[in-house]
């Protein structure tokens, strides 16, 4: 039976992906970790035993909290995480009900190491376009909430990557970059798993506009134009990938509930 303080698997599906979207924590023991190293989307690794220590950084927020099965782990932490000063709720049947159900998983073994502060830290080349905003978007919304981006000219990428330890992407001849058609938004898309079906049709906009096919999608002429206008919005990179973030957002709502809603003008004359 679910308890006060507890949300559904398909709930937290549905807020996956969203400004909106809950703090998401996982707290499994080591042995349950190791049989299943994988991570709800979006969620960070915390140990539970030292909870006390960490729960103040999180006052203010919305956190779920994910163990094993729903149970003490979760209920213990988020109640640590309530005295602390935020709204702490527990996964309903935690990561066993999330897995049964198929939703989708992060294999930790792709995701890049976090850096001191706890965040990833990705390097790619300066004056964006698409792939450049729509893999940080992703990131963000599925991956790490708090990544962090460098945007350097194309010739250093690998360097600074190597020398700030850095995950290059979007540059020939790194892991994370364009396959065949497919562009670094895809790949990203696939090598973490993210089965969320319309994550796959974004990325088909994605790919069209990033490879000059606009007959994938009839939204990629519309993605390129918007995203060829934003970069000359703005010289800052980083402020051109905060303002990009809105345009990806409101594209990943729109291919999630609204690709069969239509829009007309009518006329609405005076009443008789």
Known sequence: MATYNAISPEKLARLIGTPKAPVIIDVRDRDDFAESPFLLPASLKKAHDDVADWAPSFKGRWVVVVCQK?????????????????????????????????????????????????????????????????????????????????????????????????????????????????????????????????????????????????????????????SLGLSRMYSDDLEQLEQGMLIYDALYRWARDATDEKHDWVVHGPRK
């Open 70 to 226: 729903g149970r003490k782990l979760s209920e213990g932490v988020a109640a640590f995480l309530r005295i602390a000063g935020a709204e702490a709720e527990v996964l309903e049947g935690g990561f066993e009900s999330w897995r049964e159900l198929g939703l989708p998983l992060l294999p930790l073994e792709k995701i890049p190491e976090r850096k001191t502060n706890g965040a990833t830290l990705w390097v790619t080349r300066a004056r964006p376009k698409i792939d450049r905003i729509a893999c940080p978007w992703l990131i963000r919304r599925f991956v790490d909430p708090d990544a962090a981006f460098l945007f350097v000219s194309a010739a250093e990428v690998e360097a600074v990557a190597e020398r700030f330890g850095a995950t290059p992407f979007d540059v020939e001849g790194v892991f994370w970059s364009h396959r065949g058609e497919l562009c670094s938004f895809d790949i990203m898309v696939e090598e973490f798993g993210l089965v969320f079906p319309a994550l796959a049709h974004l990325a088909r906009i994605v790919r069209g506009a990033d490879t000059d096919r606009p007959d994938l999608e009839p939204q990629a002429a519309g993605l390129l134009a918007i």
